[in-house]
């Protein structure tokens, strides 16, 4: 059962710590934070629990703080064993070495203490393993265990499966997973759970499971997560949400009053101005930005502004782990009076005093916004200061209904992958060289895991089919058994000596991120492209590199073949694939923002809507003008989509374009345009272009091919929908490359064979292989079965497109309209599909001209 927990009072705690301990609180601290209120006590009495409190807030004191007592208890007594008591899991390396510095502390003074009183006290152990733990280390770690073991999730699936560590991991007593909500919503969280599952039946006594977590919801399932299930029913836990006792203050502000009409340099002037302002008056300023180009581009214009009194640095995932420390050094030490980061500094790296926070774009997510902003202000009672800057008219209304949300603390709901099977065949691997296991025992444990609560028999069976090498098709494209299964006895084990070697060697779920090559026909090389911006592409697609235009032909290995044409307008943005997706509850609330304005416009005066913006958002009197005026102009011009009535727009020039106001979110919003785009093509015999982003899709259709509103309304059955989608992502580099890293994963191909490394570009070619050989002979296979569930769930939005469509005609009528270019609401989309604007200017250029068109039309003068 889940259920809620209390606040203890300081008089309570200290009455189950060790004197010494106790002691030396009081020596240090006047009282307990209010996440150490709702812990201590509860980990004392052998209660898992998880606690969700803003950073700074004493969590990893919380967490460890019973642990400590116990151990200093056991170490008085002279009863501290070679063995681990407490294992900390974090998915960050660099947090672990944070994490040993701040135990290592404490403990010395606890130790201090004792020898004034002269107590003599065993000496506690701490150990750090991750991948990158010298040989060394390991072999001292193996003779003598530390009692707190540091880790990361990848690793305990290692030791797990490691016969003689393994051992000394039976009588845990606390388990300690922290940034809980960075994992959870993706497949190394699936990993952790197998692992925590395998520990737990290894137990000899009770385990108490404490889950650390920045703001996230529900809180129920992350709770579940931790906990995982038993008999079919979660387990026990407390839940403690104490993100309600940090003081926030958000504001949206925007360099520029008019969207439309500034040129590209003076919204650059303005920024960097306007940067610039808030870094001299703060402290430390930490600016978020949304892709690592913007980074770069961010620390170039603000060094140039600031000059050398104001030290400024990148923070960013591409830079080497030397350089990312030597930041983080500067940054403790109040040596920096600004750093600029893209998500890396998101996560709970101690970084220390930072008072204000700057968002550059919006983040997204409301989760996204409170982590990011709750870097500042790092103790408890002092305020997180974030301002979200925008030069964006889009981003203006999204990040205004954005902090409104935030500052209620009304959060987005994460997903959790449901029972990715490639994740399991990996465990399965690692199990069978643990022991000899009967099917039944072994379903048993993996169900406990939380995300694999509803895996079938006959799935897990096909699982073990393809493990144990009973394909034989398979095997002539060197796919070998990993272990032996007697499917009569329903038994499986470890398969030859080589089986442990392979297995620690391929242990992981981030896949092998590369460059591809950009090559014309005539192979020369012409640049790179990130995979993830080459998964996008379908064939005929025209992009812009390095200010050429080239439409893509097709892809060998990690290599994509293109031919260079000119004057032909660009389908696909190069800056697509950093963006981050926009959650879907975000995306209704801005849907009724959008129902609330529609309404107010038809009863409220100018004044009346722009006081009400002022007020309940905080905005400044600019932004709130600049949110009416847009409004109006998409009211006067066309419609206003609502979150009770979807508007789809369309208009022609050179070709057919239908713009659909699907304000879902780019990951839901993928899967309905790829299946409207597939169907539209079967019914018109042609090829449909597809643009899309957070707010909505278009499709592009040949001049004379056109849908009519009949037509149009077809489009939204919700029959079929997943097959057309499976069928939509036949030939398309998504699949190709997503299967790569599955496959990758499920073991079926191997990354390191016995320590001779395997290249992306060899993986990939075996992978085209073998895909094509599992779609023509084994649809149902487990690998590619995986591929479709993590194409559909993960990466796009399956489930929320298949609610929003589900809604259509009940909740949601569609209201098709016609005009003569795209509105207001519309630029954006269109200018995906128009123009590949390289530069800035060329973006503005066409926004400005658009934009007077449309005031022409609705009669309002531009200057006004």
């Known amino acids: 059962m889940i259920s809620e927990g209390k606040a203890y009072s300081d008089a309570e705690i200290l009455e189950t710590l060790h004197p010494l301990v106790k002691e030396w609180f009081l020596s240090k601290y006047s009282t307990f934070t209010p996440p150490q209120r709702y812990a201590i006590v509860e980990a004392f009495r052998g209660n898992s629990i998880l606690v969700t409190s803003p950073t700074g807030s004493g969590k990893t004191l919380a967490a460890f703080l019973a642990a400590i007592s116990m151990l200093v208890d056991l170490a008085e007594k002279k009863e501290l064993e070679s063995r681990v008591y407490v294992i900390y899991v974090s998915p960050l390396r660099a947090l672990n070495n944070d994490v040993k510095r701040n135990l290592e502390e404490p403990l010395a003074e606890i130790y201090g203490i004792a020898r004034q009183k002269g107590i003599k006290l065993q000496p506690i152990r701490i150990g750090v393993r991750t991948g990158d733990t010298e040989q060394s280390e390991r072999q001292k770690q193996l003779r003598s265990p530390p009692h707190i073991l540091i880790t990361t999730p990848e690793t305990l699936a290692i030791v797990l499966s490691s016969p003689k560590f393994s051992r000394a991991l039976t009588k845990l007593r606390f388990l300690i997973v922290d940034e809980i909500h960075s994992i959870a919503e993706n497949k190394r969280g699936s990993h952790l759970a197998l692992s925590m599952e395998r520990l737990q039946r290894i137990q000899e006594g009770k385990m108490v499971r404490i889950g650390l977590s920045a703001t996230i919801a529900p809180l129920d399932e992350v709770a579940k997560f931790l906990v995982g299930c038993e008999g079919g029913h979660a387990r026990d836990c407390i839940v403690a949400d104490v993100t309600f006792a940090k003081p926030m203050d958000i504001k949206v502000i925007s360099p520029i009053d008019d969207f439309f009409t500034a040129t590209a340099e003076e919204v650059s002037v303005n920024l960097y101005d306007l940067l610039a302002k808030l870094v001299k008056s703060s402290r430390t300023t930490l600016i978020f930005t949304n892709t690592r180009s913007a980074t770069e581009r961010v620390v ?116 959790i992958p449901q029972k990715p099977l490639d994740v399991l065949c990996q465990h399965v691997a690692g199990m069978a060289i643990e022991k000899r296991w009967s099917v039944d025992e072994a379903l048993t444990v993996i169900r406990q895991a939380y995300p694999y609560r509803n895996l079938s028999k006959s799935e897990f069976i096909e699982v ?10 398979l095997e002539k494209k060197r796919v070998y058994g990993k272990i032996w299964f007697d499917e009569k006895e329903e038994v499986f084990g470890r398969r030859g000596k080589l089986a442990r070697p392979i297995y620690y060697l391929n242990v992981g779920t981030i896949p092998d991120e590369v460059a591809i090559s950009v090559i014309t026909k005539d192979k020369r090389r012409v640049g790179k492209v990130e995979e993830e911006f080459a998964e996008r592409l379908v064939k005929g697609d025209i992009f812009v590199l390095a200010g050429r235009t080239f439409r893509f032909l097709h892809s060998k290995g990690m290599s994509i073949i293109v031919e260079e044409v000119e004057g032909e307008k660009p389908t696909v943005p190069s800056w697509f694939s950093e963006q981050l997706p926009l959650s879907y509850d975000l995306a209704l609330r801005i849907q009724r923002f959008r129902g609330k304005m529609k309404s107010m416009l038809e009863s409220w005066s100018e004044t009346e809507i722009i006081g009400w913006l002022t007020e309940e958002y905080s905005l400044e009197r600019n932004a709130a003008t600049a949110i009416y005026r847009y409004f109006l102009e998409q009211k006067l011009f066309s419609e206003i989509p609502t979150d009770r009535e979807l508007i789809v727009e369309k208009f022609e020039e050179d070709r057919n374009y239908y713009v659909f106001h699907t304000l879902i979110g780019r990951k839901a919003n993928s899967a309905i345009s790829r299946v409207f785009a597939y169907r539209a093509g079967l019914k018109k015999d042609c090829n449909v272009q597809i643009a899309l982003n957070d707010n909505g899709f278009m499709l592009i259709l040949p001049l004379t091919k056109v849908l009519r509103d009949r037509e149009i ?57 073998l895909l094509r050989l599992l779609k023509r002979n084994f649809p149902e296979f487990p690998v590619l079965k995986e591929t479709y569930r993590e194409i559909m769930e993960d990466s796009m939005d399956l489930k929320n497109a298949l609610d929003y469509l589900e809604r259509i005609g009940s909740e949601v009528k569609v209201k098709i309209t016609r005009t003569p270019y795209p509105s207001p609401f519309a630029f954006n989309i269109y200018m995906l599909g128009e123009e590949d604007v390289v530069l800035m200017e060329d973006r503005r250029k066409v926004l400005k001209a658009l934009h007077e068109k449309i005031l022409q039309i609705i009669g309002q003068d531009v200057t006004q």
């Open 300 to 415: 170039y214009y603000l060094k140039k502004k600031l000059g050398k009194d104001f030290p400024v640095k990148a923070h960013h995932s591409s830079l080497s782990k030397e350089v990312r420390l030597d930041v983080e050094e500067d940054l403790k030490h109040g040596r920096l009076r600004c750093v600029v980061s893209s998500t890396s500094l998101e996560l709970g790296i101690d970084i220390g005093y930072i008072d204000l926070v700057v968002l550059l774009g919006s983040p997204k997510s409301i989760n996204r916004a409170l982590q990011r902003i709750g870097r500042s202000g790092h103790r408890l009672d002092e305020t997180s200061t974030g301002r979200i800057i925008v030069v964006d008219q889009d981003d203006l209304v999204e990040c205004t209904v954005l902090a409104g949300e935030a500052i209620e603390r009304r959060l987005d709901r994460i997903e």
């Open 464 to 473: 073990l089919r393809y493990l144990s090498g009973s394909y034989s098709e």
């Open 713 to 769: 309304i077809e489009l939204f059955s919700v029959e079929s929908f997943k097959e057309h989608l499976i069928k939509a992502l036949d030939r398309t580099e998504i699949l190709r490359r997503r299967f790569r890293h599955v496959a990758v994963r499920s073991m079926m191909i191997l990354r390191n064979y016995l320590g001779r490394e395997k290249s992306v570009w060899r993986q990939q070619l075996n992978a085209d292989t």
